[in-house]
């Protein structure tokens, strides 16, 4: 069982930028699972934001954020970021983080809040 925590949600305005964190707790390597950030705004799904493969050789962002987020993993093996630019009052939702496996096995974590106000 590999336990998620994602951090650095926050209340921003219009076009500035945040880092949301990812870690998995007790030092669990990420490698060999693929990663990507998800976000639920209120009334909405659910829906994919930002994904990198397990490899790190394919990489998917919705069209809603291509060129303003980036998912990148840390040098510590255990963490991931999302890297947020020039955010809208659109991007405003609850951010998790997700690890999967070709096995199957799929982790997330309980999410962090962001919020683009003016």
């Known amino acids: 069982q590999v336990q998620l925590v994602e951090s650095g949600g926050g209340s921003v305005q219009p076009g500035e930028s945040l880092t949301l964190s990812c870690v998995a707790s007790?030092?669990?390597?990420?490698?060999?699972?693929?990663v990507g950030w998800f976000r639920q705004a209120p009334g909405k799904d659910r829906e994919g934001v930002s994904c990198l493969s397990s490899t790190d050789m394919v990489t998917f962002s919705a069209n809603s954020v291509k060129g303003r987020f980036t998912t990148s993993r840390g040098n510590a093996k255990n963490t991931v970021y999302l890297q947020m630019n020039s955010l809208k009052l659109e991007d405003t939702a609850i951010y998790y983080c997700?690890?999967?496996?070709?096995?199957?096995?799929?982790?997330w974590g309980n999410g962090t809040l962001v919020t683009v106000s003016s």
């Open positions: 007790g030092g669990d390597s990420l490698d060999g699972y693929a």
């Open positions: 997700k690890i999967w496996c070709w096995n199957g096995m799929a982790y």
